[in-house]
């Protein structure tokens, strides 16, 4: 055991002027998107939101992802950027309830990427949604 007899102030502090530390890198999340488009085994669902394109292997998952990394209180557009979905303006909590329902349900989630994949092979057939 180890008895802490030693004053606190002589614990290094990060406060050290002139100094600055940065604890996350800005690059932090641009190299990691990169790995996370490429799909893997077992990951079948696509988030599509605008230009984001990353792959999960559960709709809860979708979910999770856009509704934190595209509906968080600091990032949220004030509307929906799903692909072929209308940009209405809508509060969070709106928005939250619109995606589960419209976008992250397992039928939405097959039924956007077959559309994705139709409209990267020639544009047949328009969404009339």
């Known amino acids: 055991l180890?008895?802490?007899s030693t004053p606190a102030t002589s614990i290094p502090t990060v406060q050290v002027p002139?100094?600055?530390i940065n604890l996350q890198p800005p690059s932090?999340?641009?190299a990691s998107q990169h790995a996370e488009q490429m799909k893997k085994p077992g990951q079948n669902f696509m988030c599509l939101w605008q230009s984001c394109k990353k792959w999960f292997q559960t709709p809860s998952q979708v979910f999770y992802h856009a509704?934190?990394?595209h509906g968080g209180k600091d990032v949220?557009?004030?509307q929906c950027l799903w692909e072929g979905c209308e940009p209405f303006q809508r509060q969070r909590f709106s928005f939250i309830?619109?995606?589960q329902d419209k976008h992250?349900?397992?039928d939405a989630l097959l039924a956007g990427l077959k559309q994705d994949e139709h409209g990267q092979a020639g544009n047949q057939k328009p969404s009339n949604k």
């Open 104 to 106: 992250c349900s397992r």
């Open 76 to 78: 949220y557009p004030g």
């Open 18 to 20: 002139g100094q600055q």
């Open 2 to 4: 180890f008895l802490q």
């Open 97 to 99: 309830t619109h995606l």
């Open 67 to 69: 509704a934190t990394e």
């Open 28 to 30: 932090y999340t641009a």
